[in-house]
């Protein structure tokens, strides 16, 4: 029974940060579109900073869920350590657009919007990857 809950909670709080790493993305395109426009940049940048931080408290969650599956549970295999590299770069490209986030808060300048939205891309093959691994157990 502990077992299904802390798996439940750890695949809830995954789906919530994989929201966020989602969507971050999307309002640094939004962002890189607005222009000058202050208070459209003001209210983009409100959301942005926000789920930031909404989605590095989603992924400790995660993390501390994962970790007791893990330890406690005993969950293993070749797959668990693949999902984790996937994980991991996702996790890179979080904070990377998080900091692009906070480089354009100050003043400096983000790509352009096609090339943010190209970037949007990148975890959508990445999570697919993971959800491959877990549920396919490959090795």
């Known amino acids: 029974?502990?077992?299904f809950i802390v798996k439940s909670l750890h695949i809830l709080f995954v789906i919530a940060w994989v929201a966020a790493v989602f969507y971050l993305p999307r309002i640094l395109v939004n962002l890189a579109e607005a222009g000058q426009e202050p208070a459209v940049r003001a209210r983009l940048e409100l959301m942005g900073r926000?789920?930031?931080k909404f989605g590095h408290t989603m992924f400790g969650l995660a993390f501390l869920c994962g970790l007791a599956l893990w330890l406690y549970f005993r969950v293993s295999g070749g797959w668990l350590h693949a999902?984790?590299?996937l994980v991991a770069l996702l996790l890179i490209f979080y904070i990377w657009t998080g900091r692009m986030l906070k480089r354009s808060i100050a003043g400096g300048a983000l790509p352009t919007a096609k090339a943010l939205r190209w970037l949007n891309e990148l975890p959508i093959l990445l999570v697919l990857a993971v959800i491959y691994l877990v549920v396919a157990k490959p090795f």
Do not use: P
């Open 1 to 3: 029974m502990a077992y």
């Open 83 to 85: 999902k984790l590299t």
């Open 50 to 52: 926000r789920l930031y």
